[in-house]
């Protein structure tokens, strides 16, 4: 299923569609992503010890594969840039367009 939802609601439905076993395909803005990944603390630390995404928008996005999307450009769906993997979750991160 595609998800186009950002920020708590959607995310918490498409979490528990996804641990009932949907396929779930995160639509995020190409500058920032979801807001929620910088709803903290607590913050996952990256292996540089960089500051990474919020715990809550790992946990409630943890069935879902991700990709960037600018839905405001024309040209958006047809750029190869578009389809940018960004990963939600340690399981389950590539995803492929075709």
Do not use: H, Q
């Not at 950002?6 to 190409?30: H, S, W």
């Amino acid at each position: 299923m595609l998800d186009l939802s950002r920020v708590l609601a959607g995310p918490l439905a498409t979490m528990i569609l996804g641990d009932l076993g949907a396929d779930v395909i995160k639509v995020e803005r190409p500058a920032g992503g979801d807001d929620t990944r910088a709803w903290g603390p607590p913050f996952l630390t990256g292996p540089d010890g960089e500051r990474g995404d919020a715990a809550y928008f790992l946990a409630v996005n943890r069935n879902d594969r991700s990709l960037t999307l600018d839905l405001a450009d024309p040209e958006g769906p047809r750029s190869s840039a578009a389809w940018r993997r960004r990963p939600t979750s340690s399981s389950r991160t590539s995803c492929r367009a075709t």
